[in-house]
């Protein structure tokens, strides 16, 4: 059981609801331990547990909520 730390780019984002959609889907995912989604820096950070869920699952959850979405921490996608 490792955590990790993926950091996404996060565009399409237009007001704080947004964000909090974004923050609220991610969040209700297996393994995922902390969201922290930045509007105005529009890029965001999902602290998660490896063995439950990846990088790849997390950028098509956002997705799935209507923005678009890209891993900057270097990890297999």
Do not use: W
């Not at 950070?45 to 790849?56: A, D, F, I, K, P």
């Not at 959850?61 to 900057?72: E, H, K, L, P």
Request: aromatic residues 6%.
């Amino acid at each position: 059981m490792k955590r990790e730390t993926a950091y996404f780019d996060v565009l399409g984002m237009h007001c704080p609801d947004c964000k909090t959609k974004i923050e609220k889907a991610v969040s209700a995912m297996p393994g995922v331990k902390d969201v922290s989604v930045n509007l105005e820096a529009e890029n965001g950070q999902v602290v998660y547990e490896n063995h439950l869920t990846g990088v790849s699952e997390i950028i098509r959850v956002i997705q799935d909520t209507g923005f678009d979405a890209a891993d900057r921490s270097g990890k297999n996608v």
